[in-house]
């Protein structure tokens, strides 16, 4: 039996739409929380293939998705290149800042990341073997643009400003460091496939904040390489991408990076993504996070509205974004059993 989000993927119209959603593995459930603690801190449990898999399993057992994603964060490239990587209570993720090219010439070469890696590989191969035998394993990685902010500004922004100021001020060391974690994300992907990942997804998170040339410069062709060499190297590899708040320009993002599905934030309205994007393949998408918190006829009238719109073509029904620390997993438990009485 094909799996549906592989049908889904490779172009197939389905009566029901396949289902899982961004984040599904994490704080809103009380079995991620009690693992958490169990880990003792965030980077303990990405590192620890036992706990890692756990959580990864814990909204299948609950919710019966389609598809798992493995659980990492997309900093880590980052620390096996050589960032130091810690994370601040209450405030998130710091790194390490790479803004000169003697910081750039500090971080180490592509073949050196899969030491620091492996624990995830042993999480993806732990999954591959644990999974249900119908339930699609998803691995992913950060988009250059968007891990590159970061690595830029030491920490999440608002507008992403450190780096589109050191993207104008030294383009050079800018571009080199796009082309470092270009290739990293190559390897690293290739390396999560290699361990039994089915389907790879690339989050760029912050595209939305890369206007004209510079969209195309720094998410679509970066997104290219990755996907051909990919492909090259996992002929039949089903890439997902994930360009947020890419506006008008996720039309013909397919065509320009050979992804599979294009994922879509609750900015676009599905009836225009299905008229615009949904003609060259796969979507997936794109019910507001926000229904998760407060459900009820409001969020069922928007799945259905979704649905519907997405019914002429190939669709993987996912949030817009990822799910919220606040969502109440009996919200989550009723979009599945809407999505899946809508055939």
């Keep these: 039996m094909t799996k549906s989000i592989l049908s889904a993927l490779a172009g197939e119209r389905l009566p029901t739409p396949p289902i899982w959603m961004m984040r599904q593995a994490g704080r809103y459930l009380p079995e991620y929380r009690a693992t958490r603690a169990k880990a003792g801190d965030f980077l303990t449990l990405c590192y620890t293939p036992e706990l890692a898999a756990e959580v990864t399993l814990q909204p299948i057992r609950r919710f019966g998705f389609d598809a798992a994603i493995l659980f990492a964060d997309i900093l880590l490239l980052p620390q096996a290149l050589g960032a130091d990587l810690w994370f601040e209570t209450g405030e998130g993720p710091r790194l390490s800042t790479v803004t000169t090219p003697a910081d750039l010439a500090r971080l180490k070469p592509v073949d050196a990341i899969h030491e620091t890696l492996a624990p995830v590989y042993e999480t993806v191969r732990i ?6 035998r119908d339930t699609t394993l998803i691995g992913f990685a950060g988009a250059p643009w968007t891990v590159a902010t970061y690595m830029i500004a030491g920490r999440g922004t608002p507008d992403q400003g450190p780096a589109h100021a050191l993207k104008a001020a030294d383009r050079a060391t ?34 939305g904040s890369l206007q004209g040339a510079d969209f195309t410069d ?10 051909a060499a990919l492909k090259a190297r996992h002929p039949g590899l089903p890439v997902i991408a994930f360009p947020r708040e890419a506006g008008s320009r996720y039309a013909g993002f397919a065509r320009a990076t050979g992804a599979d599905c294009v994922a879509l934030d609750n900015s676009v309205d599905a009836a225009w993504a299905a008229h615009h994007v ?23 009238d928007e ?4 649905v519907s719109a997405f019914s002429g073509g190939p669709h993987i029904f996912n949030l817009g974004h990822g799910i919220t620390p606040d969502a109440d997993p009996a919200h989550v438990q009723r979009m599945v059993d809407r999505v899946r009485s809508l055939s």
């Design 127 to 132: 999954l591959s073997r644990e999974l249900p």
């Design 174 to 207: 800018f571009a080199a460091l796009i082309d470092l974690i270009t290739e990293g994300t190559i390897d690293y992907l290739s390396a999560q496939v290699a361990a039994g990942a089915e389907v790879v997804k690339l989050f760029d998170s912050w595209a």
């Design 218 to 227: 720094f998410s679509e062709r970066p997104a290219a390489r990755i996907i």
């Design 278 to 300: 949904q003609t060259d393949g796969c979507v997936q998408g794109n019910l507001a996070p926000h229904h998760m918190v407060t459900g009820g006829p409001a969020m069922d």
């Design 303 to 306: 799945i259905r509205r979704i």
